[in-house]
């Protein structure tokens, strides 16, 4: 290889996070070559206000003197990296591999004095970063290897912010180590006892703390294991969700919405979703390439896994209505809290008024409230409507879980919502057709 023909190595000082301007933050080095990448982490550290992004130095302020001999470590740094990068190809006539790479480059940064700097990072520091890289679609999850929703830092948001209202009521400041049994219980009498929230909740806090610790750990952050105690659990009650039977569905297709046109896109809309089983942020999305024929084939937004299901008649009738009016023949999209407030609108023109006895737990009681189906009706009603719909017409599991993604019957079997009557209807039906058969013999 000559030299002329090298591919330039190009180098970049990234600051870890610039949250809090008035902390010493880490700066990484991050080195791309031949269409890879390697980053030497804490090269230096700075306060995120002195630091001037464009440049990728320090910048020039009397609040911050030593900035020229801090700009000079870095250039030092650059220079380093280029001359062991050229050094490598010069001497083998390739490029290095990244593990190559690095650790020439650690070994000369050494021979120059140099050695990483520590900046303590605390566990809500460390959430807030979490949550800044989830939002901008850096994080990737290890079992599906695509990028998490972006939409999957509000849960942990409301985590943060529930540990930052603990921390004040209890006059601590929370860490990696404080994280142990003692914290849990404190925590659940918290949540329970003050701020009143369900079981649910609660074990959704304690579903993302564990989370929390268990990426920190994988990163070196600290050595605690408190939160895998087997009474470090999540609190969960099963939930009294609706979903419309197939009765319900035939009036809403048939409901007259032809002066609502508003409401008319809604129901078609919520229709698709009740004939997919589909989240919403899937049938919100589909597009004119995942209809295939007589088959919508799509990438689910929360696991990357790739459905196909085929097109309900209703759909087909919907897909007519809308032709050549939208790019994917389906009613336009809309925002998820603006389709849940809607559907309760619908579910009264609908008159669905009857009365669901619903329990749940909140503040470590049962309470248990009767509340009219147009009030309970949301965005995720249709995806439970799919699934329970398609079990009480005789689907078997195996196939409905390969649309609605659940991994065991088990979690399959307590998702759907069949009442003890419409068991015992399908048990009759299921005798019935028995007996015809030994009628016909």
Known sequence: MAIKDIKPVKINFNLRDQLNKDKDTAIHCVVRFNNQKIVISSVEAVKPKYWDGDRQRAKASRQFPEYPEFNQRLDEIEATVKTVYRTYISEYKQYPTTDELKLRIKMALSDQGWEAKPVKITLLKFVEQLIADTKGGKRINPKTKQRFAPDSHKAYQNTLRALERFEKHVKIKLDFDAINLEFYNDFKDYLLNEEKVSNNYFGLHIKNIKLFL????????????????????????????????????????????????????????????????????????????????????????????????????????????????????????????????????????????????????????????????????????????????????????????????????????????????????????????????????
């Open 214 to 441: 268990n990426e920190s750990f994988e990163i070196g952050l600290h050595n605690n294991q408190k939160h895998n105690h087997k009474h470090f659990t999540k609190l969960q009650n099963e939930t009294d969700n609706i979903y419309l039977n197939r009765e319900q569905l035939e009036v809403l297709t048939n409901l007259d919405l032809s002066k609502n046109a508003r409401l008319d896109r809604v129901r078609d809309l919520f229709l698709v979703g009740c004939w997919t089983g589909l989240r919403f942020s899937d049938f919100n999305a589909i597009g004119p390439k995942n209809i295939q024929g007589d088959f919508i084939e799509i990438e689910t937004q929360k696991t990357g896994e790739t459905v196909v299901i085929p097109i309900h008649q209703t759909i087909k009738t919907i897909l007519g209505k809308y032709e050549g009016l939208t790019p994917n023949s389906l009613p336009p999209s809309i925002s998820n809290v603006n389709m849940n407030k809607y559907l309760k609108e619908l579910a009264k023109e609908a008159k669905f008024n009857d009365l669901q006895q619903i329990r749940f737990y909140k503040g470590g009681k049962v309470i248990v409230e009767n509340i009219e189906t147009n009030e309970l009706i949301s965005t995720h009603t249709a995806r439970r409507s799919f699934a329970t719909n398609m079990h009480l017409m005789g689907v078997p599991s195996i196939n409905i879980m390969g649309i609605t993604g659940h991994c065991t019957e088990k979690a399959f079997l307590k998702y759907i919502k069949v009442t003890p009557k419409e068991h015992a209807v399908k048990l009759r039906e299921i005798w019935s057709r028995m007996a015809l058969k030994v009628v016909e013999v």
